[in-house]
């Protein structure tokens, strides 16, 4: 077990315990030497958690701290720069941006030991960057599904075809060639995909489908065929 995780896996031994534990108990259950313990139980304490005892006696945890809301194991934080890395990869600028503060605000809540993830660099997400459509502003396209609200698209389909659609979009998929939104289409009275690079403009339209979000998703993922891809396009 790394340094980062048998810290994190100290503190939660201590939360747990109901009295004084000792670091050859705390050895014992993260199979390490009890001298790595009182280096870690010594790096705890100037890290500032309120770690008392001594040795032979046991240890316990001051009664009031709590863990910070990021605090994560060393494999969650690595899930979690993967992830901001593949975000970084798509067309979408704001979350491509908001990936970066992210880290930022993870690296500034963690422990100096468990930003390792973070500031080594080691994980990446290799491939081109998705080129951002120029109709279309992804972050309009996510409001609009936070707040169920109608869209209107003018769209060109595969075979040319010019329509202005109302849709009631509920989902984004990003893929490394393109971007699909997929929404309720009213012309086409059922769920639809929409390449983002096939629309031309897309508008606000102001009515809302509150409360339908949900059932469309569900609706949306009984109609996938075994290979988890959508059946339905456009």
């Known amino acids: 077990m790394r340094k980062a995780s048998r810290l994190f896996e100290i503190i939660q031994i201590l939360r747990l315990a109901a009295h004084p534990i000792t670091a050859l108990e705390i050895s014992k259950k993260l199979e390490v030497s009890e001298r790595s313990i009182y280096r870690d139980i010594a790096a705890l304490q100037g890290m500032r958690v309120p770690i008392e005892g001594e040795r032979g006696i046991g240890y316990i945890l001051r009664p009031g701290f709590h863990l910070p809301p990021l605090m994560f194991t060393p494999e969650e934080t690595e899930a979690i720069v993967l992830g901001m890395a593949l975000t970084k990869r798509t067309a979408d600028r704001e979350l491509r941006e908001a990936s970066a503060r992210v880290l930022d605000k993870i690296a500034a809540a963690l422990p100096a030991p468990l930003k390792e993830a973070i500031v080594s660099r080691a994980l990446y997400a290799w491939g081109r960057v998705a080129e951002p459509p120029e109709a279309i502003d992804f972050s309009m396209i996510r409001r609009a599904i936070r707040d169920e609200e109608k869209l209107e698209i003018d769209y060109v389909s595969e075979k040319g075809e010019a329509t202005t659609r109302q849709i009631r979009p509920i989902a ?60 339905r396009s456009t």
């Open 172 to 231: 984004v998929i990003y893929y490394a060639e393109t971007t699909v939104i997929v929404g309720w289409c009213e012309l086409r009275d059922g769920i639809r995909n929409f390449r983002a690079d096939r629309v031309s403009a897309c508008r606000a339209t102001g009515t809302h489908f509150r409360r339908e979000g949900d059932l469309l998703r569900k609706l949306w993922v009984a109609g996938w065929d075994r290979s988890g891809q959508s059946i």
